[in-house]
Structures are given as structure tokens and as C-alpha cells.
């Protein structure tokens, strides 16, 4: 299984700023996923980082308020940017498995951001 | 766009009693995955069906893939309170590529 850890775990934001989360996984990985998941609500696919090319944004979702890098293939960072209380929500990465468990995705703790 | 919708939302379960929850797809699903995220932690895989009428158990929980490729459902036997959390089922749509979660199953457990 993959492990994955995520900095920070949670952290209170005032409105206008941004914040930039860091995800970091055990093996190299091609693929890294970022999803929103609002509270009390379900997963949202925000993007998909590739190493070597830029991120691919779901419908809704924007570079310019959600810039992720992807220096190497253990490493990737979201950042939210502007932030307003709509954007309270825990930021979740995610990879896929290794070999035969493809396809299976492990997450990370999470990222719970509170804006006010 | 494909949707994946999950009922019921809520599930309170007297503990030691069983319970379903069920998944479906507006389209035909390449596979089905299951996910249990508890109170305050992150969602961990808990399988993968991809075959038409497939079912697998792991100890108290079965699951199932419709026949049809666009349904499944989750059955916990004897409910403990560990079972507490939420349930998400999570399809892939024939010939494409994107993961989409259900909004999930809510349990909770009566002693």
C-alpha cells in the first residue's frame, strides 16, 4: 500500500488569503489526485497532477484558484488561493495503487481548512 | 454526466443488526468500488468489483455488482459499533476514465 502524508492537517485561514498544501507519498507515482470533500458531503475531484506537465482541472475548478505543483513523482501541492468561507472544506490527495492494485486509491489524512 | 447515487443517507442500526446500502449508476459501470471513511479520518478502499453478478465478502460485510453493471449494493451482518462511518461507493464508466463518489451512506450504531 501506498502511504501518503499531508501537511497541514488542518488550519484556520482568514478570508483573501491563500494556503498551499503539501502531499507527499512513499513511492513514485505517476498520477496524484486532489479532491475536496465539503462537510458532511461527498468527494469532488478538484484536479489531476502529472509530473513534467501541468494539472488537469474538473469542470468548476481553475488554476488560477487552485495552483498545484508536481516537482518529481513523490511530490505535489495545491494551493488555495483567495480564500472565502465557501472554501472551508478538508483537502484530501490521493494516489492510485501500486501494480495489481491499480485503480484503488489511498488518501491521505487531509487537509481540514476553516475560513473566516 | 454519469452520476453515482447512494441511498440511504442515514442508516441508525441497532448494533447486531444487519443493513443494506445501495448503489446506482445512470450508466454502465467498468467497476465498483467501495470506501469507509470514519468520523473525522480519511476514506479507505475496501474493494473492487468489476464483473457482472460478482460478489465478495470480507468477515461480516458482502458485497455485490449488479447484473446489470450499473447497481451494487453493500450488506453488513450483526452491526458492532465499529462499523460506524461512511460508506461510499465510487464507479468508473464504461469506456471512460473518471472515478465518481456516491454522496455516501451515514452509520450509525445503537448499543
Known amino acids: 500500500s501506498a502511504v501518503i502524508s499531508q501537511k497541514p492537517s488542518r488550519d484556520i485561514c482568514q478570508r483573501g488569503t491563500s494556503l498551499t498544501i503539501q502531499c507527499q507519498v512513499d513511492?513514485?507515482?505517476?498520477?496524484m489526485f486532489w479532491y475536496r470533500q465539503q462537510p458532511g458531503q461527498s468527494l469532488t475531484l478538484i484536479a489531476t497532477?502529472?509530473?513534467?506537465?501541468?494539472?488537469?482541472?474538473e469542470s468548476g475548478f481553475v488554476i488560477d484558484k487552485f495552483p498545484i505543483s508536481r516537482p518529481n513523482l513523490t511530490f505535489s501541492t495545491l494551493t488555495v488561493s483567495n480564500m472565502s468561507p465557501e472554501d472551508s472544506s478538508i483537502y484530501l490527495c490521493s494516489v492510485e495503487g501500486p501494480g495489481g492494485r491499480r485503480g484503488e486509491l489511498f488518501f491521505g489524512e487531509g487537509s481540514r481548512l476553516t475560513v473566516l | 454526466g454519469q452520476q453515482v447515487m447512494q441511498i440511504p443517507q442515514y442508516q441508525h442500526v441497532q448494533e447486531g443488526e444487519d443493513f443494506t446500502t445501495y448503489c446506482n449508476s445512470s450508466t454502465t459501470l467498468s467497476n465498483i468500488q467501495w470506501y469507509k471513511q470514519r468520523p473525522g479520518g480519511h476514506p479507505v478502499f475496501l474493494i473492487q468489483?468489476?464483473?457482472?453478478?460478482e460478489v465478495k465478502k470480507q468477515k461480516r460485510l458482502t458485497f455485490q455488482f449488479g447484473e446489470a453493471k450499473k447497481n451494487s449494493s453493500l450488506h453488513i451482518t450483526a452491526t458492532q459499533t465499529t462499523d460506524v462511518g461512511t460508506y461510499f461507493c465510487?464507479?468508473?464508466?464504461?469506456?471512460?476514465?473518471?472515478?465518481?463518489f456516491g454522496a455516501g451512506t451515514t452509520v450509525t450504531v445503537r448499543a
Open positions: 497532477a502529472n509530473q513534467g506537465s501541468e494539472a488537469t482541472y
Open positions: 468489483l468489476v464483473k457482472s453478478g
Open positions: 465510487a464507479g468508473t464508466p464504461t469506456g471512460g476514465y473518471k472515478l465518481s
Open positions: 513511492s513514485q507515482v505517476t498520477m
